[in-house]
């Protein structure tokens, strides 16, 4: 039987780990298994972004095991946005050991999207290790739409699901409540900006203060309920810019939700086909400059007005690009293709 190492094991809810689960899930499925150990026999080795254990990954090339590593995005908010001291070191040295995998360790690479594909190769340059770019994707029998399901018409419900919303994401929970204010000051119903995501206290203070009833605060909010909470709003802020294939999308998508945002990182690749609706920045999001909310919230109110359209176009676009079985197989391809 052919075993596939994944290595570091992820836990928690966040995307590295829900990504994971999936891909174990959809392996198991074409009669993969799939351990953690990357000492211990395997056909393959997919290394979930990087490891300090670079003595693993060396054995098992010493071995003929090929090894593939799987990138999304650099880290990079930290450089122009003021963080602690330990949290910029932190980043920085995952950026460099990320990096020196992918230059001297990788057999192969799987980019997220082609926006993380560019991003390695302007910052570090090219590679001879080939790569390749395989979207994230979900269980699209579990992520989907539900008729008995819909969200209530007496108000406009945005939702935004971030792993945490503090230090340097501060800025993105910002963006959010200006985009749920902009939406409001326009439509003809109460909006309702649920946050779900670790936020800091002080944080949730702030904007409680400021934008008053009109946030809920959801939380960190478990896998499993994902699905319910995407089919309960009418639509999804993906609120990271630059983002690499962030899961909330795919996810949001696959239920039937409409994704609006900025059209920066990989979003223009996943949102099209009247899955939702994406605004040019309208300032350097690079330098995480004011955004144009003016014209995302006019693009907010065309997707409120036609939810049956933007909600059919969504599914449409989750089965065609994000079906966890086809991406389990694109990287057995990967794994173990010539």
Aim: glycine share 8%; with cysteine.
């Amino acid at each position: 039987m052919t075993q596939i190492c994944i290595y570091p094991p992820i836990q928690g809810s966040g995307g590295p780990a829900a990504f994971q689960a999936r891909l174990k899930t959809a392996l198991a499925e074409e009669g993969v298994t799939v351990h953690h150990d990357p000492r211990a026999a395997c056909d393959a080795l997919l290394l979930s972004g990087g490891t300090r254990r670079l003595d693993f990954i060396w054995q098992a090339r010493r071995r003929g095991v090929r090894v593939v590593q799987r990138l999304a995005q650099l880290n990079w908010v930290h450089r122009v946005r003021p963080s602690s001291l330990g949290h910029t070191l932190r980043a920085e040295r995952n950026n460099w050991l990320l990096a020196f995998i992918r230059r001297y360790l990788a057999d192969r690479v799987v980019y997220q999207s082609q926006f993380v594909r560019q991003m390695w190769a302007d910052f570090y340059g090219e590679v001879s290790a080939p790569g390749y770019v395989i979207y994230n994707a979900t269980q699209l029998d579990v992520y989907r739409p539900l008729p008995g399901e819909l969200p209530a018409l007496d108000r406009a419900r945005l939702l935004v699901v971030e792993g945490d919303l503090g230090d340097t994401n501060a800025v993105y929970l910002e963006n959010a409540v200006r985009l749920a204010q902009a939406v409001q000051a326009r439509a003809q119903r109460p909006v309702e900006l649920i946050v779900a995501g670790k936020v800091p206290d002080a944080l949730r203070q702030r904007w409680t203060t400021e934008a008053g009833e009109m946030i809920t605060w959801a939380g960190v909010v478990a896998r499993e309920d994902i699905p319910a909470l995407d089919r309960s709003a009418h639509l999804l802020f993906s609120a990271e810019l630059n983002a690499g294939c962030p899961n909330s999308v795919i996810e949001a998508l696959a239920c039937g939700l409409p994704v609006v945002g900025y059209a920066t990182g990989a979003l223009p690749e996943l949102v099209q086909d009247g899955a939702g609706e994406l605004a040019a920045y309208g300032g350097n999001a690079w330098r995480l400059e004011p955004p144009d909310t003016a014209r995302l919230a006019d693009l907010c109110l065309r997707v409120l007005d036609d939810q049956a359209g933007y909600r059919a176009a969504a599914r449409r676009r989750a089965e065609a690009l994000f079906d966890a079985r086809k991406m389990a197989r694109a990287y057995l391809d990967v794994l173990l293709g010539d």
